[in-house]
């Protein structure tokens, strides 16, 4: 009995047309981000001070749930990356936020068997003022989301938003739900489920700082149009046309 809808991604809004919505009925306004939180002024050597992470590591950051309803989200190809890496960069760091016990038990077995125990830190959930800072203590921030319906045209992900607030080069996966956000201008693309391809685009930001650099200063300034104030603004405006 709905008269309109909000999706989050366009392969949502092709689900809505054809249960019967007009075109002009159906909005497309993706997650977004509270810059308030995550336009965060500090520095990446103050922010590991602060966590007391160790300064002289190159430290790739993942935030969120390990998985979700039993699915895999990426962590297992960036263990796998990890230990392609580490012979070529010793101080090569890994850091995961949001875990639950069991995941992360999980995944310090799959390290362990990866001989890259030492490599790594996983930790449960945090408040997000503190998730904030520790973006900001990374190199660079990872979404190598697996191939899956789900991932590839329905998740809009809180990360992706926050990510680019972060003003930290992300390297994500090759997915049309990201690409509607995502470029190669903001961002580095990368194959579903290739570790091999996820260490290489991690080396060629390791390798070239301006890169980087300038990956990180366009994503952040284009989450600017992805804020929840102004995503709020587009959805009233629509309900009221």
């Not at 054809?18 to 995550?38: C, E, M």
């Not at 201008?185 to 290739?194: E, M, Q």
């Not at 149009?225 to 309900?239: D, G, M, P, Q, T």
């Amino acid at each position: 009995r709905a008269k309109k809808a909000v999706a989050v991604t366009n392969e949502l809004k092709k689900r809505c047309l054809a249960s019967g919505f007009s075109k002009n009925d159906i909005l497309i306004a993706p997650d977004a981000v509270d810059l308030k939180v995550f336009d965060l002024d500090i520095s990446k050597s103050s922010a590991r001070e602060k966590l007391r992470l160790p300064q002289d590591k190159i430290i790739l950051g993942y935030i969120g749930r390990f998985r979700t309803m039993g699915e895999e989200k990426g962590i297992p190809e960036i263990l796998k990356a990890i230990s392609l890496l580490a012979n070529n960069y010793t101080n090569i760091f890994f850091l995961a936020i949001g875990g639950t016990r069991e995941d992360i038990d999980l995944y310090k077995d799959a390290a362990k068997n990866l001989g890259i125990s030492d490599k790594i830190l996983l930790l449960e959930k945090v408040e997000r003022p503190i998730v904030a800072i520790y973006q900001k203590a990374c190199d660079m921030l990872l979404m190598p989301f697996p191939y899956t319906k789900h991932f590839a045209y329905y998740m809009s992900p809180l990360k992706m938003f926050e990510y680019m607030a972060s003003k930290r080069p992300i390297i994500a996966s090759d997915l049309p739900s990201v690409r509607e956000v995502l470029d190669k201008n903001n961002a580095i693309l990368v194959k579903p489920d290739d570790c091999k391809d996820l260490a290489e685009s991690v080396e060629k930001i390791i390798i070239n700082k301006e890169l980087g650099n300038g990956l990180a200063d366009q994503a952040f300034k284009d989450v600017q149009e992805y804020s929840w104030e102004k995503r709020a603004v587009r959805i009233l405006n629509f309900i009221m046309e």
